[in-house]
């Protein structure tokens, strides 16, 4: 698997979007960009996934460079909530793959 | 559906005990994981397995013991306890990699203190 690369922390203020950046250079053509978050040492929860093009669910968007060596993942309007830890990983969308989970970007929403 | 279920939630051991931390899902998933989180760090793998009867090492599978009689069900195992494993421990399932929305379902975790 790709490595990525996230900012460790990042403040947003309620209500502004909050955008999660995440390198990851060394993708492959077949990997897909996952992102999940844990909140307050819950389980981690899925939230949205994409190969190259841009991807919008109710929870999230997902902007996917068009050389795909980075990709930010848009909270549109945060609330407090959404203060979690964000884990950004690439993988393949078939087989199983040993997925890394690292350390990931602290989101805190500001009142 | 109940996802991902994970037993005790809480569990303190002494030095040397052994037990059996409980994963089970009921949404017919392949594939099922154990990972560890330590303080501050993110979560790594332990042990996990892509169907009944097949089960492979993770990052960290050291102290560790798992088996996979049913799809339902993939308990871990602590051999012999050491203060090294307190963390908490997560199980995760998913479905197989044929699916584009391969996304993983992980439980609420069980917290394990060994003093």
């Known amino acids: 698997d790709a490595k990525t690369t996230q900012p460790p922390s990042m403040d947003c203020a309620e209500g502004r979007a909050a955008n999660l950046p995440c390198n990851h250079s060394?993708?492959?053509?077949?990997?897909?960009v996952y992102w999940y978050r844990q909140i307050h040492s819950q389980g981690p929860q899925y939230i949205i996934h994409?190969?190259?093009n841009n991807e919008t669910n109710e929870m999230a968007s997902l902007i996917i460079t068009e050389d795909r060596k980075s990709s930010t993942l848009i909270l549109p309007h945060a609330t407090l909530r959404d203060t979690a830890v964000y884990y950004c990983?690439?993988?393949?969308?078939?087989?199983?793959?040993?997925?890394?989970f690292g350390t990931g970007t602290k989101l805190q929403v500001i009142p | 559906n109940a996802g991902v279920t994970q037993t005790p939630k809480f569990q303190v051991l002494k030095t040397g005990q052994s037990m059996t931390l409980q994963c089970a899902q009921d949404?017919?998933?392949?594939?099922m994981s154990w990972y560890r989180q330590d303080p501050g760090m993110g979560l790594r793998l332990i042990h996990y397995?892509?169907?009944?009867?097949?089960?492979d090492q993770g990052e960290v599978p050291n102290g560790y013991n798992v088996s996979r009689s049913t799809t339902e069900d993939f308990p871990l195992r602590l051999l012999s306890a050491a203060p090294s494993q307190t963390s908490v421990y997560f199980c995760?399932?998913?479905?197989?990699?044929?699916?584009?929305?391969?996304?993983?379902?992980f439980g609420p975790g069980t917290r394990l203190t060994v003093t």
């Open positions: 995760a399932s998913s479905t197989r990699g044929d699916s584009l929305s391969y996304e993983q379902y």
């Open positions: 060394t993708i492959s053509g077949n990997e897909y």
């Open positions: 994409g190969l190259k």
């Open positions: 990983i690439v993988r393949v969308a078939s087989g199983y793959q040993k997925v890394t």
């Open positions: 949404m017919n998933h392949e594939y």
């Open positions: 397995s892509v169907g009944a009867g097949i089960t």
